[in-house]
């Protein structure tokens, strides 16, 4: 069995680290290079760094942030945020990213899954998914709808199909945003994470909810994910990854410990 990794997630916006709660309410919390070399030295399996608000803003990702978190971890660097093009991932691969995410720009063109797939290879390309809960439809079959932009823009597009799509499209893994639980601390979208889990072969990342050890524990066993994604619980200084990682093999969940 592959160990399951602890991801600790840096929303940076204007060059800031920030937090929000179900994507509104986003505060400044400090300095995103600092906390990478911090997360990193306490023994974090992999870092993601998104923009939040590129896609939205219609511009590029400010490199010159990712260029110096790179500097500071030696661990995988996974970065998004307002990539639409191959150069884009390109540019991003220069300035340090081992994996690059798409996320808005590829549900409204996926053949840029494809695209980067096949000049990056699929295991540098990372589609993240944001989605929230609705009603079942005969369009929303699962009650999971896509959003996009930054969760301001509703896509009509269920979000296990479009799972299944972004795996046979290329990618190497998926990031399972859940909006409804972002920033609540009240525990991760567990039907959400397993329903996809079980869809798709490829690796599973669950995101938003977590506040407690017992979380990471709940979404690695019962969500059937294989890495869990942290901001708030460490960012605010309430656990360290070391804690994290030593509840979790406390709890018979296997990951890398760092003795």
Same mark, same amino acid.
């Given at each position: 069995?592959?160990?399951?990794?602890?991801?600790?997630?840096?929303?940076?916006?204007?060059?800031?680290?920030?937090?929000?709660?179900?994507?509104?309410?986003?505060?400044?919390?400090?300095?995103?290079?600092?906390?990478?070399?911090?997360?990193?030295?306490?023994?974090?399996?992999? $870092?993601?760094?998104?923009?939040?608000?590129?896609?939205?803003?219609?511009?590029?990702?400010?490199?010159?942030?990712?260029?110096?978190?790179?500097?500071?971890?030696?661990?995988?660097?996974?970065?998004?945020?307002?990539?639409?093009?191959?150069?884009?991932?390109?540019?991003?691969?220069?300035?340090?990213?081992?994996?690059?995410?798409?996320?808005?720009?590829?549900?409204?063109?996926?053949?840029?899954?494809?695209?980067?797939?096949?000049?990056?290879?699929?295991?540098?390309?990372?589609?993240?998914?944001?989605?929230?809960?609705?009603?079942?439809?005969?369009?929303?079959?699962? &009650?999971?709808?896509?959003?996009?932009?930054?969760?301001?823009?509703?896509?009509?597009?269920?979000?296990?199909?479009?799972?299944?799509?972004?795996?046979?499209?290329?990618?190497?893994? $998926?990031?399972?945003?859940?909006?409804?639980?972002?920033?609540?601390?009240?525990?991760?979208?567990?039907?959400?994470?397993?329903?996809?889990?079980?869809?798709?072969?490829?690796?599973?990342?669950?995101?938003?909810?977590?506040?407690?050890?017992?979380?990471?524990?709940?979404?690695?066993?019962? &969500?059937?994910?294989?890495?869990? $994604?942290?901001?708030?619980?460490?960012?605010?200084?309430?656990?360290?990854?070391? &804690?994290?990682?030593?509840? $979790?093999?406390?709890?018979?969940?296997?990951?890398?410990?760092?003795?």
């Amino acid at each position: 069995m592959l160990s399951k990794r602890v991801i600790a997630c840096l929303d940076v916006r204007d060059g800031h680290l920030a937090k929000s709660v179900k994507f509104v309410d986003t505060k400044n919390i400090g300095d995103p290079v600092e906390k990478a070399r911090e997360y990193y030295i306490d023994g974090l399996d992999e $870092l993601v760094f998104y923009d939040i608000t590129a896609s939205s803003d219609g511009r590029k990702i400010i490199l010159d942030v990712v260029e110096k978190v790179a500097e500071q971890v030696f661990i995988p660097l996974s970065v998004g945020g307002g990539i639409r093009s191959v150069d884009d991932a390109t540019d991003l691969r220069l300035a340090g990213a081992e994996k690059i995410n798409v996320n808005s720009a590829a549900v409204v063109r996926p053949a840029l899954i494809s695209e980067c797939a096949e000049a990056i290879g699929s295991q540098n390309v990372v589609l993240s998914m944001d989605i929230r809960r609705v009603e079942p439809t005969a369009e929303l079959p699962s &009650g999971y709808e896509m959003v996009i932009n930054g969760g301001r823009k509703p896509m009509g597009i269920d979000a296990l199909e479009w799972a299944r799509e972004g795996e046979a499209l290329g990618a190497g893994e $998926l990031v399972v945003n859940s909006i409804d639980a972002d920033g609540t601390r009240a525990g991760y979208e567990l039907t959400l994470t397993r329903s996809i889990s079980e869809a798709v072969r490829i690796p599973v990342i669950a995101s938003g909810g977590a506040g407690e050890p017992d979380h990471l524990v709940d979404v690695l066993t019962q &969500g059937r994910a294989d890495a869990a $994604l942290v901001a708030s619980m460490v960012h605010y200084g309430d656990y360290t990854v070391s &804690g994290l990682k030593q509840h $979790l093999h406390n709890q018979g969940v296997k990951v890398r410990m760092s003795w």
